[in-house]
C-alpha cells in the first residue's frame, strides 16, 4: 500500500507565490466574470464536436499570440477553461498601458515556472483573496512591497512551514490506520507461568495403552 508523496517548495519559490497571488488577485479586475462570457460566446458559435485542447495556438489571431507569447510552449497542455481565462486577459491588452501590458506578461512568465502544485496553491490563494476587497487587497500588496527582503524570506519562510505542518498532519491522518497494534492473545485459565515441566506436557489420550 503506497503513501502519499509529501512535496515541500522553497521559501524562495514560496514568495514568489505570494508575491504572484497578491498580484493576480488585482492586476486584472473582474477576470471571472470577463472569462464566463468568453466561454458562453465561443460556445454559441462553435461546433459542439471542438475538441477539448482547442482553441489550438494556431488558431489565435496575431494580436492574441503577441499577447499571449510567454504560454506558448505550454499552451498546448493547458486546459479548455484555462485557455479562456488568459484568451480574456489577452483581449484586453489593447486598452492596455504598455506598463500594465508588461507587468501581466511577466505574472505569465512567472506562472509558467512554477509546478502543478504550486499553481493550485496559487489558484486557491487568488480564490480566497478575492474575497477580500480591492482597498483591502491593495493595502497588503503596498505593504508587502515596503518590507525588505529579508522580511520577506521570513515572510515566506513561514508560509512554508505552515505547509509542511500541514502536508505532514494530512499524512499522518491518511496513514494513521496503516499500523495496527497485534491483538493481544488472551490467556487461558490453565495457561498459568508454571515452571513445572509435568504442565507442559500434554496428556496422553485416556484409550492410550
Known sequence: MGHKKITFISASRAGALIALTIALSFSVPNLEAIAQNTTTAKNRAAPASHSDTEPHWSKLSSAQQQALAPLEADWASMRVN???????????FPSMQPEERSRIQKRMRDWIKLSPQQRRIARENYWRAKKISPIQKNAHWQNYQ????????????????????????????NNENLFVEPKKI????????????????PSAPLDAK
Not at 508560509?159 to 509542511?164: E, M
Not at 488472551?186 to 506436557?201: G, I, R, V
Open 146 to 173: 515596503q518590507l525588505s527582503s529579508e522580511q520577506k524570506k521570513n515572510l515566506a519562510t513561514a508560509a512554508v512551514s505552515r505547509k509542511r505542518v500541514t502536508n505532514l498532519f494530512k499524512a499522518h491522518k
Open 186 to 201: 488472551p490467556t487461558l485459565p490453565n495457561q498459568t507461568h508454571n515452571k513445572d515441566s509435568s504442565t507442559l506436557t
Open 82 to 92: 484555462h485557455k479562456m481565462k488568459w484568451l480574456a486577459i489577452g483581449n484586453k
